[in-house]
């Protein structure tokens, strides 16, 4: 009997080994199957998350953030350890003490499924394998991916430590609105750091993972807070907090930024402009966009907040004035369904879902709610409605004439508010206010001009842009009309063909034929004016420029030859080939105002060829340098002190682009023009140098100045080229905005003398004739030119420049300038001409393509 159960129980026990075997055997073939072309987990160890690229000011303020995928990645010795505890308390409790995988978990969730005939499953996945299945699987749901997923769990798990395991983890988990990662996620839910964050919202933050799509914190609130619940008895039971913490922690109310307890952390960001656009756009060319967008660079911008508001001002100021000059409404074509007027929530609510600038200082987005009586009601988008409303008076309205979008035809000119808007438009207000104590008047109709333009200003140094206004505003068109817009420069194009000229052989007191000049072109006969429509006769150089006089520079650019000229532009920038035809010399051939301004740069620095730069350094993810943008060498900067009263010795090693001297009567005749020339609308308290520039009709007009530290450039017209009036010129509508933004950069950076370099000496001459005057002279026309040493211009026949040929030329002296009744002369084409006696001086012209 004892051999019968012996044998018995012998035959089972077989049978269960040869099953467990089997099984053993099975489930080793599977993983073995499974486990063949794997990903390779040890990639993670050299692992690098997509991250947020954050632009800061020079003064270290953050301006801007750019991100796929919104993530600040966070090295795991910096997470507090409540936000870790609370992830490993609802994610993975034995995280520790497991080898990648929880047997323990595993049956428990396959017990419970079994108990609750599938009506509650839960995930049994450690935090490990969830690595493995962000990092390396897909997420769908299949036996293939759990086993592939456990494989190489156990591989991660002897290639890292359980804390860099925690630190992919924490940084790459999704926690909804865009947030990836606990320290991206605290910010967007909080807007806190993560040593800030209390008990409960951390654990709020570790009860997302499980359904971050589904777990709201304002559409499932309750839900979220029972989840978030769960988590703090977890980390109380796992021994984190005590009892009494947890109860305490648990009776908080769920607060989050998008239920309005906290102030969102955009909130504290600039709106997005036209400067850090153009430094996503630069960077993302260099770096790639793959690496600007998910990088994590750090970026240090060359922006002065303070002067890129002067600028955007100053241009809007401009702009804004034009538009009302024409006097034509045009609103902003959205409005608001009717049956929202009604309630002050509906429309609020539709008036926030309109795409309207909202980064205009002190405007507002609003509705037109009702006309009544010449007056128009409105409700404003962050102001409280008053008792009596928020109306538009009768009287801002008589500016205009309602222009019909469909037709394009123009109303009346309006007698009242409802002339001009109807019920349910979607206007743009702003608060008119007394000037001498600030205090509210009424509300008034604005409107985004249609007329746009550009502005940027730089260091003529160091080539970094402190400011930089691409349009209107950004958020109604992002097109960058400082960098992208090709426009004509006209007469603002000119210097470059006087530098040319005086790198050949001419000096400031060269005498050029002002005479007219017909050219057989392959389109028809081209007959070039000046910008007053006469001719002046043999006119020295410098009065050539200051005047802007057209005729004068085509005989130049045709007696140095358009190659030259051609040259020099390509050289300094302003363009990658200019055509060498002659009206390109008057500014024809389009470029843009970023290339203008960096080249009038190198005419205040002495010819020294700077690099315009919108960035002044950029660091990777670890903080390494990537770039740099300032490659001088500072001599000094080592010593652990400097005598006292001397600054840093930097060594330049730029390239220079035009002789020095060169630079300097340039400069001198470019003063000339600001203070008898176009652009004597300038008023500022330092010497400044700059020209001003309209093409024909008036399709753009342009001012670039600069004073010995700064250089500052302006353009206005329309997207679609079309003329803006008669009464348009780069000096009356470029220069008041020049204006306006150099008051506050002089009183910021100062500004002195235009430096004189060696290898020349200075004479007297006659501004009018070009004349040499005794050293003690004196008068309104009497001026200390500079002339380069080894130069003589043989005062008694001077060099003189016709152009198209050489022929005899009375000089204006000779010729009896001093005569009333003018002076009658042979011209380089063998006509008598008379010219009047100085009816150059005193004549404005702003120059261009006529």
């Avoid at 036996?143 to 924490?170: G, H």
């Avoid at 000119?413 to 007394?434: F, H, I, N, S, Y």
């Avoid at 007053?532 to 410098?542: A, I, V």
Wanted: glycine share 10%; proline share 6%; hydrophobic share 40%.
């Amino acid at each position: 009997m004892l051999r019968i159960i012996l044998s018995f129980f012998g035959a089972i026990f077989s049978w269960v080994t040869t099953g467990l075997a089997f099984v053993a055997l099975t489930v080793g073939a599977v993983f073995w199957t499974y486990s063949r072309d794997l990903p390779s987990h040890e990639t993670l160890a050299q692992y690098t998350p997509k991250t947020i690229s954050r632009i800061y000011s020079a003064e270290g303020q953050l301006i801007d953030e750019f991100a796929e995928e919104r993530r600040i990645f966070v090295p795991i010795d910096e997470v507090p350890d409540l936000v870790k505890q609370a992830f490993i308390s609802a994610e993975d409790k034995n995280f520790y003490l497991h080898p990648g995988y929880d047997l323990r978990g595993m049956v428990g969730a396959v017990v419970q499924a079994v108990q609750s005939r599938g009506a509650s499953v839960r995930g049994a996945s450690t935090i490990t394998q969830q690595v493995m299945k962000n990092f390396l699987l897909s997420s769908d749901r299949s036996v293939e991916r759990k086993v592939k997923e456990l494989i190489l769990a156990s591989r991660l798990e002897r290639t890292l430590t359980k804390d860099q395991i925690l630190e992919l983890y924490l940084n790459e988990i999704f926690l909804g609105q865009n947030s990836f990662g606990v320290v991206a996620a605290a910010q967007v839910y909080f807007n806190k750091s993560l040593p800030e964050l209390a008990p409960h919202e951390a654990a709020m933050l570790a009860a997302l993972p499980q359904a971050p799509g589904r777990l709201h914190p304002v559409r499932a609130k309750e839900r979220l807070t029972e989840r978030r619940n769960y988590v703090l008895r977890e980390m109380w039971q796992n021994g984190y907090i005590t009892e009494a913490r947890f109860q305490a922690e648990a009776a908080q109310p769920l607060r989050s930024v998008q239920n309005g307890d906290f102030p969102a952390w955009q909130s504290q960001l600039p709106a997005r402009d036209y400067f850090t656009d153009e430094i996503r756009r630069q960077l993302s060319r260099e770096f790639g966009r793959e690496e600007f967008f998910g990088g994590g660079l750090t970026i240090r911008a060359t922006v002065d907040p303070d002067l890129q508001a002067q600028a955007a001002g100053a241009l809007q100021q401009a702009l804004e004035e034009y538009d009302r000059g024409r006097g034509i409404w045009r609103g902003t074509g959205e409005a608001v369904p009717p049956e929202a007027l009604a309630a002050e929530a509906a429309w609020r609510a539709a008036l926030w879902e309109l795409r309207l600038p909202r980064d205009i200082p002190g405007w507002h987005p609003a509705v037109v709610l009702e006309t009544q009586g010449g007056r128009a009601r409105i409700g404003i988008e962050g102001i409280a409605e008053a008792a009596e409303g928020h109306w538009i008076p009768a009287e801002d309205a008589t500016w205009a004439r309602r222009l019909d979008r469909e037709t394009g035809a123009l109303g009346p000119k309006a007698q009242g508010a409802g002339d001009l808007v109807r019920p349910g438009e979607a206007v743009l207000v702003r608060a008119m206010t007394r000037d001498s104590d600030g205090s509210f008047l009424r509300w008034t109709l604005r409107q985004v001009p249609e007329v746009q333009g550009g502005f940027m200003a730089m260091d003529v140094n160091t080539g970094r842009v402190l400011a930089m206004q691409g349009g209107f505003s950004y958020q109604s068109s992002v097109f960058n009309r400082a960098t992208q817009a090709q426009r004509q420069p006209g007469s603002s194009f000119k210097p470059f063909v006087y530098a040319a000229a005086l790198d050949n052989n001419y000096t400031p007191a060269t005498i050029v034929v002002d005479e007219p000049i017909r050219i057989n072109t392959p389109q028809g006969l081209w007959e070039p004016k000046n910008a007053s429509g006469r001719h002046y006769g043999p006119t020295p150089l410098r009065t050539g420029i200051e005047q802007s006089r057209n005729l004068m520079t085509i005989r130049i650019a045709d007696d140095i030859g358009m190659e030259r000229v051609a040259e020099y532009a390509e050289n300094f920038g302003v363009y990658d080939r200019l055509a060498p035809f002659l009206a390109n010399a008057l500014g024809a051939q389009e470029t843009t105002l970023f290339k203008m301004v960096a080249a009038y740069a190198m005419f205040a620095n002495g010819g020294e060829r700077v690099e315009p730069t919108l960035v002044d350094r950029v660091q990777d993810r670890r903080g390494r340098t990537v770039y740099r943008h300032d490659q001088r060498e500072c001599r000094t900067c080592g010593a652990q002190a400097l005598p006292a009263g001397q600054a840093p010795v930097i060594e330049t090693n730029r390239e220079r682009v035009m002789d020095a001297v060169t630079a300097y009567q340039l400069t001198s005749m470019l003063e000339g023009a600001v203070l008898r020339g176009s652009g004597k609308g300038v008023n500022l308290p330092v010497p400044i140098a700059g020209k001003t520039g309209t093409t024909n009709d008036a399709k753009d007009v342009w001012f670039i100045g600069y004073s010995s530290n700064i250089v500052a450039g302006c353009y206005l017209g329309f997207d679609q080229p079309r003329s803006l009036g008669a009464n348009a010129f780069g000096g009356t509508l470029c220069v008041p905005v020049f204006n306006a933004f150099m008051q506050a950069a002089v009183a910021e950076y100062g500004g002195t003398a235009f430096k004189v370099p060696p290898g020349g000496y200075f004479a007297k001459i006659d501004r009018v004739t070009g004349r040499r005057l005794a050293a003690d002279a004196t008068g309104p026309n009497v001026i200390s030119e500079y002339f380069r040493e080894g130069t003589d211009p043989q005062w008694g026949a001077p060099q003189v420049v016709s152009g198209f040929g050489s022929g005899p030329v009375v000089l204006p002296w000779e010729a009896g300038a001093d005569s009333r009744a003018g002076a009658s002369i042979t011209t380089s084409t063998g006509e008598r001409r008379v010219i009047p006696k100085r009816s150059d001086f005193g004549t404005m012209s702003s120059g261009g393509l006529y």
